[in-house]
């Protein structure tokens, strides 16, 4: 169980904005890796089997330098790769921790027969004196967790790194390819050994900037001046660092992030007056961080639509949009887009602000109109004999006509209908999208 200690005075603090090149983690790696500039899209467009790059390794699957077809760029290689999950959707804002995009720092080697370069224990040396040697972080308050790991096409053991219960780092020691006649079963599928041995490290920009700064939430660490012109714009406050601190702490681990939980975990502290300012203090985190990942996606000129990686970005925009509103806001969603994209701009340099603007002028402007005739749509569904609305026609108001689940709430209880939001509903809406069949053997192309 994940356990979140928050310390004031670190020893050491990352700089998340520095040049990519002139960064520690390079910079230690530099010596004995070939440095390797980030993949500049971030939608995967020479794969066929994800929708957007969530890991570092993505960039050298399927399966062509990870099956020994094509060379690696280098070997040992090191790299920093921006990435983008939708997995956390529903928790981004809620947990303090959960984010859709992040930086994947790696050193990864792919050793093959004849060509050996390093493995496990080299490996684990090497994170270990990362941490301790660079960060400066006590080798006492660090723990290492070994599991199974699987994606892409390949399967190996795994060492999750943990610094005072915070996970910062995932060492995968890959030496599975799928294969339906396999002697090895993970998670329900069969997987035999391949020639390569490959290593594939991912440690995590944020989480390690979050440890060192000693903030409340990882969105303090990361964009705290965004987070804070935004409710300044909504002439909201935000929920007192010592609450924010209680509410982490509790949520780690957990899967429910709704108001019961955060009642709980204030205590006493649980009066009407902190319940609303940790709504607007999570509307913040939740525009702050769509905002970015908005800005990775428009960089790489995804255009919001009803399909694939655009649907995901619509859905992005319609939550940032339905939560400006909720604060009040008086920046337009392209406002903070455009803070994200000068703060982030040493990770991802293009921002292409003609393009953005007039993406989400549109964008917003199909937003009202769809809210504006999806609200007759939820009365309608009011006025059935007894049925009320489940959670079936939750997904098709939102999926069909963009209404928020939180606004036919409203509009329900204004009628007299109570109406239960499931806490996964962005997850289950986004399991509809997912496409089949993928790539080989009838793979699944999935949303993260």
């Keep these: 169980m994940l356990r979140v200690r ?6 050491h603090k990352i700089q998340v904005h520095r040049g990519r090149d002139e960064g520690r983690f390079i910079n230690f790696f530099s010596s004995t890796h070939k440095v390797l500039k980030p993949y500049p899209p971030i939608v995967p467009r020479w794969r066929d089997d994800v929708l957007l790059v969530n890991a570092s ?19 040992p290689i090191v790299m920093s790769q921006p990435c983008v999950r939708m997995n956390d959707v529903e928790s981004v804002g809620a947990t303090g ?86 002697d090895i079963e993970i998670e329900g599928t069969r997987y035999s050994h391949m020639e390569m041995n490959i290593v594939d490290t991912g440690y995590g920009l944020e989480r390690l900037a979050w440890l060192s700064q000693g903030t409340p939430t990882v969105y303090h660490a990361l964009y705290g001046d965004v987070v ?23 949520l780690a681990g957990r899967d429910e992030y709704g108001t019961s939980s955060v009642r709980e975990a204030l205590g006493s502290d649980a009066t009407e007056e902190n319940l609303h300012l940790y709504k607007y203090t999570k509307d913040a985190f939740i525009v702050a961080d769509h905002a970015r990942t908005l800005f990775f996606m428009f960089s790489d000129y995804v255009i919001p639509s009803n399909t694939k990686v655009g649907y995901l970005a619509r859905l992005l925009i319609r939550r940032s949009l339905r939560a400006l509103e ?17 703060k982030f701009s040493t990770i991802v340099a293009n921002f292409p602000e003609g393009f953005v603007r007039v993406v989400l002028e549109r964008e917003a402007e199909r937003y009202r109109e769809t809210v504006r005739s999806g609200t007759n749509e939820v009365r309608r569904l009011i006025s059935r004999g007894g049925k009320g609305i489940g959670q079936e026609d939750l997904i098709t108001l939102y999926d069909s006509h963009g209404i928020p689940p939180e606004l036919v709430q409203a509009i329900a209880e204004e ?28 793979g699944r192309i999935t949303l993260t």
């Design 97 to 182: 921790r959960h984010l859709t995009s992040f930086e994947m720092m790696c050193h990864d080697a792919f050793n093959r027969p004849g060509r050996y370069v390093y493995w496990r224990s080299e490996t684990v040396e090497y994170c270990h004196r990362f941490l301790t040697e660079v960060l400066g972080i006590d080798g006492k308050i660090i723990t290492y967790k070994e599991k199974p790991w699987s994606g892409g096409g390949n399967a190996g053991a795994a060492v999750e790194v943990f610094v005072r219960g915070l996970e910062v780092a995932t060492l995968v020691f890959m030496d599975l390819r799928e294969d339906p006649n396999g």
């Design 57 to 75: 390794i993505y960039d050298f699957q399927p399966p062509h330098v990870t099956s020994g077809r094509v060379e690696p760029p280098g070997n």
């Design 228 to 250: 804070d012109a935004i409710l300044e714009a909504s002439g909201k406050r935000r929920l007192g660092d010592e609450y924010l601190e209680k509410i982490v702490k509790h």
């Design 415 to 442: 009628n007299g209908v109570k109406v239960t939001v499931p806490e996964n509903f962005t997850l289950m809406v986004l399991k509809r999208h997912e496409v089949k069949p993928g790539w080989r053997r009838g």
């Design 326 to 342: 909720e604060l009040g806001c008086k920046l337009q969603l392209f406002d903070i887009v455009k803070m994200q994209a000068m």
């Design 6 to 11: 928050v310390h004031r005075k670190p020893a």
